[in-house]
């Protein structure tokens, strides 16, 4: 008997799994059928403040694969098409087209539910006007920059974090005055505040103007209603053009209709293989599910392309006869603001001290290659271990080219388990052209173990 | 009372381990002294093909801490002091001044060996001439600089392992018209041909000559007695200068006169803490030991500076009264040649073979940063997995910019111990101007996994 498999969302996570379970099963033994509510199936939205920003010059160059290509592939992808309801005791889904409101019920054997995430709009007066733009989607960026076709000349970017930062590259690169503003102390609130302030400094001496502890209040509109500036509980910022970086929450709303679990941050709670906890042939991944971080052992929301595709390659190979699972996240991320270079992994201060787990932290200040080498640009590392047992617990690192992937270490030690003794004895690799004779994070690595050991103990043999 | 410390050798193992003990212990705990037979301390001695090569201007660039800086941290430096004999039941060597003749014994209660490596140079006539060079200390940078300054135009350089492609490097970067002959089917042979021809065939892209599978004969001279060709088993080839790159051996002769004892390749045998076996207060580290390969568990002598600066740490903090340990090393290491950047940890394909591992291997092509993003460069990224369990045994990459020191990925991965479904897994750091969504490491991960569970099954639902 042939199954069918039917996938809720036609990025990441959904097409992922679609081709993965095509791999390992043919059209005779698994139909697949897979609803996206836009035009457009896998891109990178990762991509979009590129294209926006001008690096990436064509829109298909973000679309990993079209829907004539999952086609050929035997995977039935109906573009323009919502599903509206789950029914998962009758197995089925009901869906509404965009095009002409037809509605119908479609059943399935195994179904994928990868929604995705939606931008954060706050509930505001003008941030529904045309010229307020969030970056999410395809369409989203198209239409941004049909704004950045007028008149603009001011942009003021509301967020800072790393989509917040990256839209502020983005206009930079399009030749816009850009002004920050976000709520908490430093961007990047993903960092500890010494680290984010680093980022602060690097972005003022880009010309960007940042303005912390700022909440948004209003978009002023003009008498076309447009905007014409922000106003914050820190004063007015005037702007052409308005940029969402505020974050992004899990699209459930379907799944929690359908009775499906939903964790603390409104993510789907899902066991390691990606099945929804408590639903038989029922899998969710992508931006929509909450991830075990394994650091903390807490369950998280973290929206990334990466993760929504290994949920994929997990779903698809168990649907396909495997068995895959997702282990969990670290909370690796790298980003960058023109030169930039930002990265992160594991916990910060305020995440170990919600956990509960006494720490140490180092500072340092390092290069990317040997000193005397030519290019070597000036990096700073934080890193956090456990004060009980040296185990790593966190990796920060702000510095400019050479520096961001360095925190791939930090993402590989953390999932062993790692002490900072540990990482002081890894073999990376070291040559002038790549890195001092000890890699910045070893550099961190031993500053920690020195602060932890104190002050030199008297000789014993004295 | 106070204890001496006496060390053999001044550069990085030896005088990193005389600053570590003297961090730890005061100058009335701990008295220090420091013999070297060279004129210089603490040098990069793997910077020394970008000072010929031109990338560093000055020769003191290269300099990490001079004699003087040493002497004003306590520790009493000898310079052109030759170490001629350790005396263990005495506790005492015999050094000989290199200016003056003058011998002298000098007691010790913990004696730190840290004599180094040597070049080989093969006992073929010509190749002890003026013009055939070596590049392990600062002063044949010098000498081979003196060279560069007559009038020379081809470089003949002998050996294809990471000395010899950074010194064919050196000589493009001269302007020189370079011709690197080697013993091997291709060149870095601390790769698996099919990786090493990659290298091969990038370095004739960059015009140089690369000769396979040629035993050098004989530095042939003119009548002034400088390099003319070098003879060898696949022809001749003009030569106004020639470059050893043919690997280096641990100079041990000190310590195999004092019955030290010595591993399988020469090098000085240690426990963990890099004290010598057997001996008590006497420790060594750096060119002049072996480590142990934690992936195969055999003892190895591998010369790296980067290695020898974790030995003095080590050696160091036990001096002072500390415990540290050197665990071993996985076999990273990385290089570049032009704008090619290589790299490779654990084993290649014959290492496994000859630890009787059964393997299986898995190459992909991907790139450095997303497809769509500029400057995104191409790699090639050979993964190697023990076929039984699946856990990383090797890693070897060969691309452009971004893609050497991704190997650390692969050096943390091999060091924990993980399998490659544990590689695909991993929280590593992704955004377009970094990495595609699947990090290449990744890539070729998923390649090994999928390859190993051989074609996909048929499904046991349907």
Chains 1, 2 share one sequence.
């Not at 009775?259 to 941050?265: I, K, M, Q, R, V």
């Amino acid at each position: 008997m042939t199954e069918h498999l039917v996938v809720v969302g036609g990025d990441a996570a959904g097409m992922s799994a679609a081709s993965q379970a095509r791999r390992r099963r043919g059209r005779d033994e698994l139909r697949i059928t897979a609803f996206e509510q836009g035009d457009f199936t896998s891109y990178s939205a990762c991509g979009i403040p590129y294209w926006v920003g001008g690096q990436v010059a064509d829109r298909d160059a973000l679309i990993a694969r079209t829907p004539a290509e999952h086609r050929e592939h035997g995977i039935d992808v109906r573009l323009r098409t919502r599903v509206t309801e789950i029914d998962p005791d009758r197995r089925r889904v009901r869906t509404r087209s965009l095009d002409d409101g037809t509605e119908a019920w479609t059943g399935f054997d195994q179904l994928v539910v990868a929604t995705g995430a939606e931008p954060l709009r706050p509930p505001l007066p003008g941030f529904d006007a045309p010229g307020v733009h969030g970056v999410q989607t395809l369409d989203d960026g198209a239409a941004l920059l049909a704004t950045l076709e007028r008149d603009v000349h001011r942009a003021v970017v509301v967020g800072g974090g790393y989509i917040g930062v990256e839209m502020a590259e983005a206009m930079v690169q399009r030749g816009l005055a850009v002004t920050m503003v976000h709520r908490s102390a430093e961007p990047m609130a993903t960092l500890d505040p010494d680290m984010g302030r680093l980022v602060r400094v690097a972005m003022e001496g880009m010309s960007i103007t940042v303005v912390p502890g700022a909440e948004a209040e209003e978009v002023l509109l003009d008498a076309a209603g447009r905007p014409r500036a922000v106003r914050t509980s820190a004063g007015e910022f005037p702007a052409d053009v308005v940029l969402l970086g505020l974050g992004v929450r899990p699209r459930t709303a379907l799944a929690r209709a359908a009775g499906l679990p939903l964790g603390g941050s409104g993510g789907l709670l899902t066991d390691p293989s990606m099945r929804v906890e408590g639903a038989d042939g029922i899998w969710a991944g992508g931006d929509c599910v909450e991830v075990l971080d394994l650091v903390s052992g807490v369950r998280r929301h973290i929206a990334l392309g990466t993760h929504a595709n290994k949920h994929g390659l997990v779903i698809g190979t168990n649907i396909g006869g495997g068995r895959a699972v997702f282990p969990g996240v670290v909370g690796t991320a790298v980003s960058k603001v023109c030169a930039l270079e930002i990265a992160r992994t594991g916990l910060r201060e305020r995440d170990a001290a919600e956990a509960g787990i006494g720490f140490d932290t180092a500072v340092i200040e390092s290069t990317s290659r040997a000193g005397y080498y030519p290019g070597a640009a000036p990096m700073t590392v934080k890193m956090l271990a456990e004060q009980r047992t040296g185990r790593l617990l966190g990796l920060q690192i702000v510095g400019r080219e050479g520096a961001a992937k360095r925190v791939d270490i930090g993402a590989v030690a953390l999932t062993a388990g790692m002490t900072v003794d540990q990482v002081v004895s890894l073999d990376l690799g070291y040559a002038p052209p790549f890195s001092p004779v000890w890699d910045p994070v070893q550099v961190a690595a031993r500053k920690l173990v020195s602060n932890r050991e104190g002050p030199a103990p008297k000789s014993q043999r004295a």
